[in-house]
């Protein structure tokens, strides 16, 4: 036991200074505590202990303790050999320090415990007592976070007086007290780093949100970093699509270099550095060359450690500074929400090793910027890229973030399968189709005569009446000839009637003859007379026919004027090639979509299947003629468009094949 009395001021300046010290972690700083504790309270060993807390008392009692490290160095060499701290007998009452750390864990205060009995040190006179002190790790006023470890100290004490046994614990009450000390530190340390961290993303991306694209960005990065660090050069890279592809392919991509306006993948410099920011990429952490030690020399600060750094992989980093002695190298990655980004590596070859807490300010800041530069990459793909990326990003809220575009796939492509030889729909061919009116009439010139007139308002689109006078041919020399054959006529008739009263039978007869013949082209004239003045031949329209510039003008035997046609009444006219005309059948129904109105789908059905087939276009087509269910007024002769003949329900898979089916059938028929 120490004699406080004999205690002089430096000593315990030293005790103080030394638990006052910068510690890089918690477990430096509780080797520390426990080794100047056991040393205070003159204990025989000491024993760190990490006890898992459960959400009740009940469940702290059965946690089983587990040993972190024994002072004295001996004692702690000797656990080693013995099969680590844990293992069986390797410390000194093991069995009742275990019970006093969890009793301690428990209550969160101070347990004594005799060395040989189960009594408290004012029950009787043990020959030694454990003494078991949990330790806090968190803000003096503040909850221990939940579900975390208890870390208790035990030390074995000889035996000593009551009044001595008090001093005792009151000193390791007090030195037990610099952990909140520690954590404050802590909590002062991530502030600070968190502050200007936040101070230097907020000029970063104010100074990349001015740029105008995203490689801009990225330089803009690259430069405001090199001149706030005072770095030889800062490289940025970005993951190139998936990460994997191809046995031997780079993963990543270097965008931007600082200074440096065009960048050859090709050079052995920029292969380095896509080689050490590949092996950040890999580790998914900080990577510093030359790593740090684990532990820091006696009498560092806590920037000079660091046990994640310090077991990184470096052999990329390595090669990268190979060409000279004094370059350093440090990369990390760029992430955000859990994903891979990119990585940034800067290089300098400032005196000393790169700075700890200078590393740690920069992957506080660049968590920060990352998601900044995701947006702007994201605004400069094209938008096709753009929605695939959003589409493999809600499908990973599906099937899992790994290999995400495979899984999607083969569920589509098992959706699909399940789709088309199950699903059956309606399966409609097609053909090309022309509407024409069901009645239609060509008004020509009945004989060779001259147009006189064309009647008024008679022109194509008019509608018409049966018998309605469409024009008027000349009959000036019909009128003449009737005149002449009626004379003809009348003075065969009298000759006739004379030759009777004569007794001439014979010439009576012959007479008579040509009196017939002059009426027969007395009636011809007639005929011809009647005809001469052209009316419609039904009611409808004039489809086609203007013959107003030829008035005046001969026509001749059948020469057309009018084409009239009765418009309330159409045919559909389908010209079906003959690999299809198989599947079309009487009373069919289907519908059309004209050119001039492709959003309207009238109902049709099959009429007539014609049983020839026509050349139209190099293949074979057959006539089918159809009636329309429905009759429009924007519907006009000659209109074309798409007729659709619905066949039945089949499978999707059955329709896609048919043809394909059919024509190895012919090529294999034998």
Request: aromatic fraction near 4%; proline fraction near 5%; glycine fraction near 6%.
């Amino acid at each position: 036991m120490i004699d406080l009395q004999q205690l002089r001021a430096p000593a315990w300046q030293r005790v103080v200074a030394e638990l006052s010290a910068v510690a890089p972690d918690d477990r430096t700083f509780l080797a520390r505590l426990l080794s100047v504790v056991a040393q205070v309270a003159g204990a025989r060993q000491g024993v760190l202990m990490a006890v898992g807390t459960g959400a009740d008392s009940e469940d702290a009692a059965i946690a089983e303790p587990r040993i972190l490290t024994v002072w004295p160095a001996d004692a702690n060499r000797a656990a080693s050999a013995a099969g680590g701290p844990n293992a069986p007998g390797a410390i000194e009452s093991e069995t009742d320090a275990k019970s006093a750390a969890r009793s301690a864990a428990s209550t969160g205060r101070i347990e004594v415990q005799g060395f040989d009995n189960e009594t408290a040190f004012y029950d009787g006179s043990p020959k030694g007592y454990l003494v078991a002190v949990p330790v806090p790790l968190h803000e003096a006023g503040t909850t221990a976070p939940t579900g975390q470890p208890t870390v208790v100290m035990t030390f074995l004490l000889d035996h000593r007086s009551k009044q001595a046994l008090q001093t005792t614990i009151a000193l390791i009450e007090v030195l037990a007290g610099y952990a909140h000390a520690h954590a404050t530190r802590k909590v002062l340390a991530r502030t600070r780093i968190s502050t200007q961290a936040l101070d230097m993303a907020a000029r970063l991306i104010g100074s990349i949100n001015s740029a105008p694209s995203f490689k801009g960005a990225s330089f803009q990065l690259a430069n405001d970093l090199q001149r706030q660090l005072g770095v030889d050069r800062v490289a940025i890279g970005w993951v190139k699509g998936l990460r994997g592809g191809k046995a031997g392919s780079s993963v990543i991509k270097v965008i931007a270099l600082s200074d440096t306006e065009h960048i050859d993948q090709r050079l052995a410099m920029v292969k380095k550095l896509r080689g050490a920011m590949e092996e950040c990429l890999d580790q998914e952490q900080a990577v510093v060359y030359p790593p740090p030690p684990e532990s820091p020399p006696a009498g560092s600060s806590n920037q000079d450690a660091d046990v994640l750094l310090a077991q990184a992989i470096t052999h990329e980093h390595r090669e990268l500074c190979s060409s000279d002695a004094r370059l350093k190298a440090a990369s990390l990655p760029l992430r955000a929400d859990e994903e891979m980004l990119g990585v940034l590596t800067l290089e300098t070859t400032t005196d000393g090793p790169i700075d700890i807490s200078t590393v740690e300010l920069l992957q506080s800041a660049l968590d920060l910027v990352s998601p900044v530069l995701r947006v702007r990459r994201s605004d400069d793909r094209p938008l096709a890229i753009r929605a695939a990326a959003s589409s493999l990003k809600a499908g990973s809220w599906f099937v899992g973030p790994r290999h995400t575009a495979w899984k999607l796939a083969g569920i589509l492509l098992l959706a699909a399968l399940i789709t088309v030889t199950f699903v059956r729909v309606e399966y409609r061919i097609t053909s090309p189709m022309t509407i024409q009116p069901r009645e239609r009439h060509v008004v020509s010139a009945p004989f060779e005569a001259i147009l006189t007139e064309v009647a008024q308002g008679i022109r194509p689109g008019a509608k018409v009446t049966a018998g309605q006078v469409l024009a008027t041919l000349e009959t000036t020399e019909l009128a003449l000839s009737r005149l002449d054959a009626e004379g003809q006529r009348a003075e065969a008739q009298t000759r006739a009637d004379d030759l009777l009263r004569q007794g001439k039978m014979a010439e009576s007869d012959q007479a008579r003859s040509q009196a017939d013949q002059a009426r027969a082209r007395i009636a011809l004239l007639d005929r011809r007379i009647e005809q001469s003045v052209i009316r419609a031949p039904i009611d409808g329209t004039i489809l086609s026919g203007d013959p107003r510039d030829r008035v005046g003008s001969s026509l001749k035997l059948g020469d057309a004027l009018f084409e009239v046609a009765t418009l309330n009444d159409m045919l559909v006219l389908a010209r079906v090639d003959d690999t299809d005309i198989a599947l079309v059948r009487s009373q069919q129904t289907g519908q059309i979509a004209t050119k001039a109105f492709p959003a309207r789908y009238l109902d049709f059905s099959v009429d007539q299947i014609v049983p020839l087939s026509k050349a139209d276009e190099g293949r074979n087509a057959f006539e089918v003629r159809g009636t329309l269910a429905q009759e429009t007024e924007w519907m006009m002769p000659g209109m074309e468009g798409i007729a659709k003949f619905n066949t039945g329900r089949r499978t999707l898979l059955d329709i896609g094949t048919r043809r394909i089916r059919d024509t190895l059938r012919l090529w294999l028929w034998w």
